[in-house]
């Protein structure tokens, strides 16, 4: 083989190489990804709040026996403080005076590993029902969310009519804290669903990047 068609054979090899590779990352550009992809949800949640199994409710039930559970705002996050473990909120009953609250724990192996302080403006009121939760990042200092919105339906006491009240509660070291002016603005605003609440978060308070 003469020099001059050695150097053709070269050439010719590295185009074709050169084609495959600019396909095949042509290709991994225009795929996408699996909608259950762990990458996605990566990059939609950090926490990655996902619906509990029949066997996590069973775990739930064991370790908050006769209670009102409401399992479909109960979902498993990973928590930084906390590790995997379940959120689940719960509509709970006084006799004195008769009314309902929204009581909100983690549960992990069985046990109430953390239970979420109430939030004060909530208290002289009637919980009716719990409308929607998001997880949230409120801050700009990393990609976990550290806050938790929670919209839910009331009555005054001695009234039959309901109203919308929203709680947001921020991630501390260890645990959470309501914010409560915050809480009680988005409120007075009556505020009816996540959608509403983030806007007003990120035009008014700045939150949410």
């Not at 479909?72 to 906390?82: I, K, M, Q, S, T």
């Not at 006799?95 to 983690?106: G, H």
């Not at 979420?116 to 998001?134: D, G, T, Y």
Request: net charge positive; proline share 6%; charged share 20%.
């Amino acid at each position: 083989m003469n020099h001059q068609n050695w150097l053709s054979r070269v050439a010719l090899i590295f185009a074709l190489t050169f084609s495959l590779t600019s396909f095949t990352t042509l290709l991994a550009i225009a795929s996408p990804a699996p909608k259950n992809s762990p990458v996605v949800e990566t990059q939609t949640k950090q926490l990655r709040p996902i619906k509990i199994t029949s066997q996590e409710i069973s775990q739930v039930q064991r370790a908050l026996p006769q209670r009102k559970l409401l399992i479909e705002h109960a979902f498993r996050v990973n928590l930084p403080d906390f590790g995997s473990c379940i959120f689940v909120p719960v509509q709970e009953f006084s006799q004195n005076p008769k009314k309902a609250k929204l009581s909100l724990y983690l549960v992990k192996n069985n046990q109430v590993i953390y239970t979420f302080p109430q939030s004060q403006q909530v208290r002289p009121w009637n919980l009716i029902s719990l409308k929607a939760v998001s997880f949230l990042e409120l801050d700009f200092d990393g990609p976990d969310e550290d806050g938790i919105l929670l919209i839910s339906n009331y009555t005054a006491a001695g009234k039959s009519q309901t109203f919308p009240v929203a709680t947001l509660y921020h991630r501390e070291k260890n645990g959470f804290k309501v914010y409560e002016d915050i809480s009680k603005k988005l409120t007075q605003r009556k505020v009816k669903t996540i959608a509403e609440a983030e806007n007003i978060l990120r035009k008014d308070f700045g939150f949410i990047p």
